[in-house]
């Protein structure tokens, strides 16, 4: 059996050496049109930022090593420009001779992976991107040649972990991105404080604008302002790489990637693909979708490497874990997001939290916001999203456990989680997303989100802020009236006749507000997430207005 | 409707405060024999050793504080002395006067916890125990009275707790412990590098001995010796509070708790109790056990409330989910260990690895070590370990999740967990954990555990240790021959005939080499956890011999 992989990074790889652990016998080809394979793709930021000090560090295995323990045929610099599934051949460029020549498979995982998309505006000759180890050191040349100034166009992960990066080199960093926010996967009130640590470690950041030109040492934005930049990153987002798919007559998809079935298949006979360039099964809708991560281009090679051996096993829907560092937060999402379930029609209920790492009586605990998304008909979780300082990826990893192990988000309050004073709470933030979610499901209390305020406010709703005097003197939201929560009970009459709104500070108060007055006989609803996240959703209050 | 609660403390005050959101109207009556309520007794250890500076931190509430936002009538230093359920009523001592009265009650909620054994041995008088604000403030009273030495009795987690704040304040510190280990929880192969901490940290360890008898300022150990010893801290273990439900003639089970249904109610109409002094449903077994933690305390508490109002909710049975931090490692399990299943007669598969907590190319990863226990038929997850640095904590969780969520061993491998270099690994260690399971269930390969070692040895199998020579110079099992993994396939021919066992650090590379051998014909199996799990376990061979 002859297999030829095209790629040799993350899911390519874990193919070629994952089949050679269960066949000794086959023969395993793998084209890399890079000079690397195996790199940490996900170090190149902070090898760039000096983080990551040796190079060497990034180059995880080389053809040689490969060789030696897997008996692999590793050649790099070579480019897989054609292939014919019907003759079973793919036809084979080395990029240093320009030679061609044509190698037969019985089976072929393609594994391309996805390419940075580059806009094309006046100047981007010059742009750089941030995808292999020839980009990286592109980058660094680039920096060490005295460049003070840097733009990078997007505010995604790429493009913060190398805004974080290029300040710890010392540039003047500045971010230039199309949307109203930084982190397209979270919504906008748990992107904002995430805009405010990176203003706060000096990136500049340019929001709901674009790049329009590129010029020597400055970019152009759309208002015409020069920005300086003698250095310009485009990180925009990538493009599943399908050229040689679709050359083949390979099926590619809706989204833009290759289509698979659920044993990596594409619609040619003995061609499979794995990675960032295919079309994954979303968890939450059975669709397809593009889900550029390490974590399932990894699991996909594994298991195509099964396929091939003869092994039935079949890919899961994916549910899209992931996280980025920004300076000292840690930012993690899963699952679909608010403005995703909005935008498709889809109930939803939202619930905020502003939990400690661990309990409050230990030193250091750091604060954390999280938000869980629940569907309103199944008690379903549908997705959730962390920013903070220690612990938000464990919660983010309980959370997508739950999802893929169908727990509903009341079963949360029921998880045993690991605690001791410094690793957690007895009642773990995740517990604490049941509670709340239990309380919504069953009609225990009622909530309204920060967005929803305006409305609620022009209908006349009263917001009562729990909160002691002095939190309130900080800081409140236009037209609440105070009353703390230790005197509520006693001071309830004070409160005028109509709908009302309880505000603290994380929502916890409010919610023992709320309950209080409803066994009152007062309609009442308790503002989710307190006033933290309604100030946090004030940057773009108009996003869900 | 007036309910009535005895302890102040986890449950019982989670109770209180659940049930007033829910009734306005209820009389709550909290009755707590100790000085304070709702305090934190997980920092008790950590205000010994000066790491919680304030007192005050650990008074989380007080009676006034609950009266106020509660509305709950909180007695504190009054004790519960004997139920009455034909008549639904208490009596009730307070302890400053002695005086008793009668209260009644249309609900009762037991919550009295569980206190620490104390051994009738010589001199025991003087020993201390650790359970709430008073016996800190001994404590520390007696740290301040210039003790310098200390015993204590017992490395639980307690124990090892205050093992290392008592060094923290500078004492020599002795921990005598009857069984061979530290950490019960664990496997003794497990808790191996755990008893290296606490050793590489000052603290003398006295395993497979007991204390005999208690001196002026020394203890003497069952051989006789004496052990200098200022202090003295009785920290064995704790066995429920069952002497209220026992004068009421309230069920008491097998295993020493009060019985309760998945609604909390114990035999006695009206009654509920929750906390560490219930048994709890095992969720392996369905059986009864003992869990005296914080977690599922709080949770029952809360549950009770639910019931007490009238809503259906039910328990969920436990799998146990515990942490501890000890010097530098954090130490979590979850589930059934290997000693238990063995003791039980169950089935089951035994997967060690020693994995990193994040990408090894990134700056600061730390190392850990972990266990999982799987049922052989089912592929369920009985169980897991992990002791290292970062990341313990989070991984635990994650198992200790899928397996509430009905997850297989071999499901870990598809888990999505956030990856970024700095917080995981594309393949995280549970996914690689569970990419092992699915190669033992598949019968893909198989492995032999550290503690068969010596039987198959007897029998005549070879070890064939495929680390690096350097490696091997270190450190190797005896009658190991070196064959370095990327010299096998050329050198496999000098293997002697017979079954073979592949041996590397940490068992990665040895599953390379098994994979190898097979498909040589060769009969091998993979030394599980490699080299670092057997060395770990060489602490105590026999303990499975």
Redesign the interface.
């Known amino acids: 059996m002859k297999v030829v992989i095209v790629g040799g990074v993350?899911g390519g790889m874990s193919a070629a050496t994952r089949l050679?652990?269960?066949?000794?016998?086959a023969e395993i080809v793998v084209f890399e049109r890079g000079a690397h394979v195996s790199f940490?793709n996900?170090?190149l930021p902070?090898y760039a930022g000096g983080?990551?000090?040796d190079r060497e560090?990034?180059l995880?295995q080389t053809p040689e090593?490969l060789a030696?323990?897997?008996?692999l045929d590793v050649r790099v610099r070579t480019e897989v420009v054609a292939v014919d599934p019907a003759a079973g051949t793919v036809t084979v460029r080395e990029l240093r001779t320009g030679d061609e020549t044509v190698e037969s498979y019985d089976s072929l995982v393609l594994s391309p992976g996805a390419s940075p998309i580059v806009p094309d505006i006046e100047g981007v000759g010059r742009a750089l991107v941030l995808r292999d180890v020839e980009d990286v050191d592109r980058l660094v040349g680039a920096l060490d040649a005295d460049a003070r100034t840097a733009v990078i166009v997007g505010a995604g992960?790429i493009g913060v972990?190398l805004a974080e990066n290029l300040r710890h080199r010392g540039l003047e960093v500045t971010v230039v991105e199309l949307a109203d926010q930084v982190l397209a996967p979270l919504d906008p009130e748990m992107a904002s404080p995430v805009a405010d640590e990176l203003r706060g470690n000096g990136v500049r950041l340019e929001l709901g604008t674009q790049v329009t030109g590129i010029g020597a040492d400055t970019v152009t934005l759309a208002d015409g302002r020069l920005v300086p930049a003698d250095i310009v990153v485009m990180a925009i987002g990538v493009r599943p790489e399908t050229a040689l798919a679709v050359g083949a007559g390979i099926e590619v998809g809706p989204r833009g990637g290759i289509v698979v079935d659920a044993s990596m298949r594409t619609s040619a006979a003995g061609v499979y693909a794995v990675g960032d360039a295919v079309e994954k099964t979303d968890a939450l809708t059975g669709g397809a979708g593009l889900v550029p991560?390490?974590?399932?281009?990894?699991?996909q090679g594994?298991l195509v490497a099964d396929v091939i051996a003869g092994?039935p096993v079949r890919a899961?829907p994916?549910?899209?874990?992931?996280?980025?560092?920004v300076f000292s937060l840690?930012v993690?999402a899963?699952g679909w997001n608010e403005k995703r379930l909005r935008a498709a029609g889809r109930g939803y209920r939202a619930i905020h939290t502003h939990p400690q790492s661990h309990?409050g009586?230990?030193?250091g605990a750091q604060g954390m916001s999280l938000k869980l998304l629940v569907d309103p008909d199944t008690d379903a979780i549908l997705g959730a999203q962390g920013v903070g300082g220690d612990g938000v990826?464990?919660r983010?990893?309980?959370i997508?456990?739950?999802m893929?192990?169908?727990?509903t988000a009341a079963?949360l309050?029921?998880?045993?989680?690991?605690?001791?004073?410094?690793?957690?709470s007895?009642?773990?933030p995740v517990?604490m997303l049941g509670?709340v979610a239990d309380n919504l499901r069953?009609g225990?209390t009622a909530t309204v989100q920060w967005h929803e305020l305006p409305a609620l406010a022009e209908a006349g709703a009263v917001l009562v802020d729990v909160r002691t005097p002095a939190e309130f003197a900080l800081g409140s939201i236009p037209g609440a009236v105070n009353i703390e929560?230790?005197q509520l009970?006693s001071r309830a009459a004070e409160l005028p006749e109509g709908q009302l709104i309880a505000v603290c500070q994380v929502g916890q108060r409010g919610?023992?507000a709320t309950?209080?007055l409803r066994?009152?006989g007062r309609s009442v609803r308790n503002l989710d997430g307190g006033y933290r996240t309604w100030r946090a959703g004030q940057v773009r209050v108009d996003q869900f207005a």
């Open positions: 993350a050679r652990r269960l066949d000794e016998e940490a996900c170090g902070y983080v990551i000090e560090a990034l995880l090593s030696a323990r897997f008996r992960f972990e991560l390490a974590n399932p281009a990894n699991r594994r092994r899961r994916v549910v899209g874990t992931a996280i980025v560092g840690m993690a899963v309990a009586y230990y030193p990826d464990k983010i990893d309980v997508a456990t739950a893929v192990g169908g727990l079963d309050a029921d998880l045993e989680l690991a605690y001791a004073p410094q690793f957690g007895a009642k773990d517990n509670y069953t225990t929560l230790d009970r919610h023992t309950q209080l066994q009152l």
